[in-house]
């Protein structure tokens, strides 16, 4: 099970930091991703981090955004700087157990940029 937070209204230029907390030991065997969904538009994945630590990034973010993951914590972290208006959309974590279609899914958490 995942669950999300972090989530909140914020300026452009501001910076905000989402957390997704995994139950279970088997955390450190899953690649992590966040994606996001602006309204009336496709899911994307921003970022991502597998069990050895190596990142990607989508374009649009690279730069701003961070992932990172805490093995001990069972916790896989986005921070988000220099947010911009097209930011805003609900923010979801992603699990993928590497070479299977185990994928399990975070229930969301909304960023809002706006002045």
């Known amino acids: 099970r995942l669950v999300d937070s972090g989530g909140a209204l914020v300026q452009p230029g501001g910076s905000l930091r989402l957390s997704c907390a995994a139950a279970?030991?088997?955390?450190?065997?899953?690649?992590m991703g966040w994606y996001r969904q602006a309204p009336g538009k496709q899911r994307e994945l921003v970022a991502s981090i597998t069990t050895r630590g190596t990142t990607n990034y989508v374009d649009s973010i690279q730069g701003r955004f961070t992932i990172s993951r805490d093995n001990i914590k069972n916790t896989v972290y986005l921070q988000m700087n220099s947010l911009e208006p097209e930011d805003t959309a609900v923010y979801y974590c992603?699990?993928?157990?590497?070479?299977?279609?185990?994928?399990?899914w975070g229930q969301g958490t909304q960023v809002t940029v706006s002045s």
């Open positions: 992603n699990a993928v157990l590497p070479g299977t279609r185990n994928s399990y």
């Open positions: 279970g030991s088997l955390f450190s065997l899953y690649d």
